[in-house]
């Protein structure tokens, strides 16, 4: 769902959706699917990644760090649940490895 928001350019209605999941799957806890809340923080970071890049295109160094400092911390949330919850191989394939 969020790449359709991202395509049509409205990134609050993403960010919105995106948000609502975490809370959701969050929530829910063990009685949610196993990777609805690592998906959810994978399509928070691709939301803030993308922001980044406007950023950076509208001459926003400055929140264009911010927002990729928060998509990396996104994306290594994801990495970790989808390794310790559900799969270390599909992990593997998005692995972040910048420490």
């Known amino acids: ?3 359709s928001y991202l395509e ?3 990134l609050d209605s993403a960010d919105w959706y995106i948000t609502k999941a975490i809370h959701v799957y969050a929530d829910l806890g ?3 699917i196993g990777w609805g809340l690592a998906l959810s923080y ?3 970071a691709d939301l803030l990644f993308f922001k980044g890049e406007l950023d ?8 264009a760090l911010i927002n990729f400092t928060e998509a990396l911390d996104y994306y290594k949330k994801s990495q970790n649940l989808y390794r310790n919850q559900w799969s ?6 998005m692995d972040v490895e910048l420490e």
């Not at 950076?56 to 160094?61: R, S």
């Not at 270390?88 to 394939?93: G, H, S």
């Open 1 to 3: 769902m969020c790449s």
């Open 8 to 10: 049509l350019g409205q």
């Open 30 to 32: 063990d009685k949610a």
């Open 42 to 44: 994978y399509e928070k």
């Open 56 to 63: 950076e295109q509208n001459k926003d160094k400055k929140t």
């Open 88 to 93: 270390a191989a599909f992990a593997d394939q």
